[in-house]
Nanobody, 114 residues
Framework: VQLQASGGGLVQAGGSLKLTCVVS????????MGWYRQAPGNQRELIAG???????NYADSVKGRFFISRENDKNTVYLHMNDLKPEDTAVYYC?????????WGRGTLVTVSS
């Protein structure tokens, strides 16, 4: 299983970005996908997840600003980030959880300037 994340970049506070993660390999129909982020000096934190049936969850820090979606036929998960803040600056990692195993992408850097 491989995950390829893209879409990071530099954006001003209040702006928006869309992250994309394409998953390839042996993917089972029932799974969970989502996004973590890690800022310098901080632990990696879960910010959004979505199950294959569409159930979502969000960290309190991004509720109402970030939205996760997926296209099962494309094995792709998206993170729509709005009203970005400097504290959202981090490396964002997509993940796949299936059959009690976790898989990670290499991360994409999001930098929000004030």
């Amino acid at each position: 299983v491989q995950l390829q994340a893209s879409g990071g970049g530099l954006v001003q506070a209040g702006g928006s970005l869309k992250l994309t993660c394409v998953v390839s390999g042996s993917i089972f129909s029932f799974n969970a996908m989502g996004w973590y982020r890690q800022a310098p000096g901080n632990q990696r934190e879960l910010i959004a997840g979505i199950q294959s049936g569409g159930l979502t969850n969000y960290a309190d820090s991004v509720k109402g600003r970030f939205f996760i979606s997926r296209e099962n036929d494309k094995n792709t998960v998206y993170l729509h980030m709005n009203d970005l803040k400097p504290e959202d600056t981090a490396v964002y990692y997509c993940y796949l959880h299936q059959l009690s195993s976790d898989y990670w992408g290499r991360g994409t850097l999001v930098t929000v300037s004030s």
